[in-house]
């Protein structure tokens, strides 16, 4: 079925990858340029220089150490962005000083950034997941959607979207989350599965639990969206990071979209799901988009 988008799609025209030069950075701008190129959008470097990078210099040294943290970090935010300008990518570096996640977000907000992009360290320790203070910040607080690119991630950004999953636990949250996947999918002319995970639930109630999880999921789709493939609806039961991580693998996904509220990482959410994000995106074989409904997405 050929694709009819009857309205406008999301709009992404500014996307800001923030990088600490780190092997992490490196895995995610990738993903950052192969979206720029799709959606013609302005990419947006952002190095920050952390406190800790000077806070032991002395009163004598304190402009030096500064000084030469930021000509190392031009050099680095040039070297990254000279081959994508040359082939034709608006590019533009960016560099602040403080802290990180804060300074990001000013950034985002001034520049009108319709993505963030970040690439994370996943691991366990005393059974929760850390992805990195920055990245948590970021999801947590940020007014624009972020991509975030883990560990485990095995897909590659050249080969463009050809298979959207979209978590969602009915909340308004990740209802809004549905959209984005949806547009992706329009754009990239990829396969949408819709997935719910019944966490909880006993044996006996499973069917009825299934059929209506079904329903609820047809009805979260967008009315204004054709897709080029009937999408699927999947209804999982057992733990939801485990069931969205594991379908993201058995199909290959390119992207995962799952809404996330903006509270602690690790404290109780409005929303079952936003619970579960850190651990999806610590273990996804593919990156995560996070969306958080704190206004409504620009379209063209």
Same mark, same amino acid.
């Given at each position: 079925m050929k694709t009819v988008t009857s309205e406008p799609q999301i709009a992404i025209k500014n996307i800001l990858f923030a990088t600490d030069f780190e092997v992490s950075a490196g895995r995610a701008l990738p993903f950052a340029v192969a979206l720029a190129k799709r959606y013609g959008a302005k990419l947006y470097a952002v190095h920050v220089i952390p406190p800790e990078a000077y806070v032991l210099a002395s009163a004598e040294s304190f402009e030096r150490v500064l000084a030469e943290a930021g000509d190392f970090a031009k050099y680095s935010l040039n070297q990254l962005l000279s081959p994508l300008r040359t082939h034709g990518i608006a590019a533009e570096a960016l *560099? !602040?000083? !403080?802290n990180v996640a804060g +300074?990001?977000?000013k950034l985002a907000e001034e520049r009108s950034a319709d993505l963030l992009v970040v690439g994370t360290k996943g691991r366990?320790? *005393?059974s929760k997941v850390f992805v990195g203070s920055v990245a948590e910040e970021l999801i947590r607080d940020s007014r624009c959607p972020v991509l975030t690119v883990g560990p485990h991630v095995t897909s590659l950004a050249s080969s463009g979207v050809q298979s959207v999953i979209c978590a969602t636990d009915f909340s308004p949250v990740s209802t809004h989350a549905v959209k984005f996947g949806v547009s992706l999918a329009a754009e990239y002319q990829a396969h949408l599965t819709l997935l719910h995970v019944l966490e909880g639930k006993l044996p006996a109630s499973l069917g009825l639990e299934v059929d209506f999880a079904e329903r609820r999921l047809r009805q979260t789709l967008p009315a204004e969206f054709e897709l080029p493939f009937q999408p699927e609806f999947v209804v999982k039961a057992g733990t939801v990071a485990d069931r969205i991580v594991n379908l993201a &693998?058995? *199909?290959s996904s390119d992207i995962i979209v799952i809404g996330a509220n903006g509270v602690g990482a690790f404290a109780e959410m409005a929303s079952r *799901? !936003?619970?579960? +994000?850190?651990?999806?995106? &610590?273990? &996804?074989?593919?990156p995560v988009l996070t969306v958080r409904d704190v206004q409504k997405p620009e379209v063209e």
């Open positions: *560099l !602040g000083e !403080g +300074v990001v977000e366990m320790g *005393l &693998a058995d *199909l *799901l !936003g619970s579960t +994000v850190h651990r999806v995106i &610590a273990f &996804a074989p593919c």
